[in-house]
Each structure stands twice: as C-alpha cells, then as structure tokens.
T-cell receptor, first 114, second 112 residues
Framework: NAGVMQNPRHLVRRRGQEARLRCSPMKGHSHVYWYRQLPEEGLKFMVYLQKENIIDESGMPKERFSAEFPKEGPSILRIQQVVRGDSAAYFC????????????FGSGTRLTVV | AQSVTQLDSQVPVFEEAPVELRCNYSSSVSVYLFWYVQYPNQGLQLLLKYLSGSTLVKSINGFEAEFNKSQTSFHLRKPSVHISDTAEYFCAVSGGANNLFFGTGTRLTVIP
C-alpha cells in the first residue's frame, strides 16, 4: 500500500508563472490536508478537503491560491502568479476519515520561485 | 487558539546518551498532542500521539513522551539515542478540529 504520493518533489517557477502541486492520498483515504512550511518555520495548515468538497480553507491565502480534490484523480494545490514569498515546502496528508491529527504525510513538494 | 513552542532549535547529543526534546503548548480547550519526525528529504512520520488515557505514550523505536497538563508540556525523551535518530522532530497540537498547529521543529543530531 503506497503512502501519500506528492509530485513533483521539486518545482522551480519564475515569478508570475503558475505552480501546480499534486497529491495522491493513500488508498482508501478520502480526506486530504495541505500544509506549508516556510523556511525556518513549522508547518502551517492551509486547507482540508474531502472528495469534491472544500471543508476548511481557513489557512489559505485569500488570493492566487486554490485547491481541489476531484472525484477522480489527485488533489491539486494551484498557485497562480507565483511570487518569491511562495517559495516553501508544501506537504499533503491524508486520512480515511476526519481526524484531529495523526494523519500520514507525503514527502512534500519544494517550490522555488526565481 | 492553539500554539506550540519548541524552545530548542538544535540539539546535538552523543550516541547512546539520553535526550529530551522540549515541547510546550497553549490551548483553551482539551488537546490532542503529537510528535512527528522528518528524516532528510522525506515527509513527516507520526512518532507518537496522546489523545486520552495514560499520560505516558511510547513509540516502537524507544521514544516516549509524557503529557503534563499542569505544565502544558509534552516533552519527548529517549534514554539512549542511535545515529539513525538524527532527524528533525516536530511537536504538534490539535484542539479537536481538523487541523494541526506545529512547532518550529528541533533538529536532533546524534554524534558518533
């Protein structure tokens, strides 16, 4: 049973481009969580999704960021018109049901904006 | 609101020596507490968790943590560390909602 799969592992974008980060949850998991780790900081919650629904997006920046988790396929975190401050590691986690932590994380996508 | 403080950003320790990684939290509600470990270039792995019941929780690789409500702490300990324990350790708290609040991490380096 593969773990949470994230790709790409590393992503380089120029300022103003779009970044798409993908997360495939563990088999049987229908709940996905996205976190961001800025340099020298801990992980910070961004968004929680179930299949086809955004449940909690209280940690998402108001502009340029969006997330989806379609009925088929991976969850996508999309960042439009990236800026240098978006450079960070983005981690995805999944769980079989809503739970207060203890879920499994992927290896992350390290986004670098140049 | 919840928050987590990990006072030690780096902890070097000799192999086979004991180690304690400190974690203090603040919360206005009952909490669930977690320790995660991140090995180089890998994702976060759950090391251990406290949800309820016994305040002392243990992992399969010799780590343990004790929930101390009066001191609002959840320190991580291991009586004898190995080289393979070198990693970054994150303490996290949840107030029962669907998100976690993480500390800034402690980088444990085990010296041969």
């Amino acid at each position: 049973n593969a773990g949470v799969m994230q790709n790409p592992r590393h992503l380089v974008r120029r300022r103003g481009q779009e970044a798409r980060l993908r997360c495939s949850p563990m088999k049987g998991h229908s709940h996905v969580y996205w976190y961001r780790q800025l340099p020298e900081e801990g992980l910070k919650f961004m968004v929680y999704l179930q299949k086809e629904n955004i449940i909690d997006e209280s940690g998402m920046p108001k502009e340029r960021f969006s997330a989806e988790f379609p009925k088929e396929g991976p969850s996508i975190l999309r960042i439009q018109q990236v800026v240098r401050g978006d450079s960070a590691a983005y981690f995805c986690a999944s769980s079989p049901f809503e739970q207060a932590g203890g879920y499994t994380f992927g290896s992350g996508t390290r986004l670098t904006v140049v | 609101a919840q928050s987590v403080t990990q006072l030690d950003s780096q902890v070097p320790v000799f192999e086979e020596a004991p180690v304690e990684l400190r974690c203090n939290y603040s919360s206005s509600v009952s909490v669930y507490l977690f320790w995660y470990v991140q090995y180089p270039n890998q994702g976060l792995q759950l090391l251990l968790k406290y949800l309820s019941g016994s305040t002392l929780v243990k992992s399969i690789n010799g780590f343990e943590a004790e929930f101390n409500k009066s001191q609002t702490s959840f320190h991580l300990r291991k009586p004898s560390v190995h080289i393979s324990d070198t990693a970054e350790y994150f303490c996290a708290v949840s107030g029962g909602a669907n998100n976690l609040f993480f500390g800034t991490g402690t980088r444990l380096t085990v010296i041969p």
